[in-house]
């Protein structure tokens, strides 16, 4: 029996047993029971496997950052947008502001400079350079009188709008021949992956 089969056949009679105890549907026994799936899995690999799995995407990720830096993703982007698309971290200012906002969390220069893991000079010259664009603008933070912080102007959001949609248009076109079930699974592993080497990384978040 193949060591897969072999598991998938323990994980059968670990949720029978959760069954008969009266605990099926339990949340915390069925994420245990998954875990304890994963765990059985990985120690099946050899050290091998899990080195040769872990070095395919240590390489998936050198190759997404080489192709989403390439000069011709950012014209593709600006031809569409109808004018020059900051790139870089110019760019990633934006992007840090915006999910602050998502989540209803105030962005400083602080902040910036945590998300994008730079000192707190440069970040002030990229913050600059964005309410200078008129894409960011600055605001008295209400609790705090000596605190400055930023927000997204219409113009900015407008910009970030026509990013985003550039940057599904090519998931989509990467993605569509894909089965739905691979796309599921592929945004729902990624989205983990990114949550976690985040948070292994130091980094505050995935923004």
């Known amino acids: 029996m193949a060591a897969d089969e072999r598991e998938q056949s323990a994980m059968r009679v670990r949720m029978h047993d959760a069954e008969r105890d009266g605990a099926a549907g339990d949340p915390d ?5 998954i875990d304890a799936e994963v765990d059985a899995a990985i120690d099946a690999k050899t050290d091998g496997e899990v080195d040769a799995e872990v ?3 240590e390489r998936a990720m050198v190759a997404l950052r ?3 830096a390439r000069r011709t993703l950012a014209r593709r982007a ?3 947008a109808g004018a020059p698309v900051p790139g870089g971290a110019a760019f990633d200012v934006l992007d840090v502001v915006e999910a602050a906002e998502e989540r209803g969390e105030p962005a400083g220069v602080r902040e910036v400079a945590d998300a994008l893991r730079v000192d707190q000079p440069r970040a002030s010259k990229l913050v600059a350079a964005a309410v200078q664009a008129g894409h960011l603008r600055r605001e008295a933070d209400q609790t ?3 605190r400055t912080l930023l927000a997204v102007t219409p113009d900015g959001r407008e910009l970030l709008e026509t990013v985003h949609t550039f940057r599904r248009a090519m998931v989509a076109r990467v993605t569509r021949d894909w089965p ?4 599921a699974a ?4 990624f989205t983990r992956f990114m949550d976690d080497f985040g948070a292994a990384s130091g980094a505050p978040g995935t923004d």
């Open 66 to 68: 080489r192709s989403a």
């Open 186 to 189: 592929f945004a729902r592993l």
């Open 55 to 57: 070095a395919a995407i």
């Open 78 to 80: 600006e031809r569409q």
């Open 144 to 146: 705090d009188g000596r």
């Open 29 to 33: 026994v069925e994420v245990a029971a």
């Open 180 to 183: 739905a079930a691979d796309r």
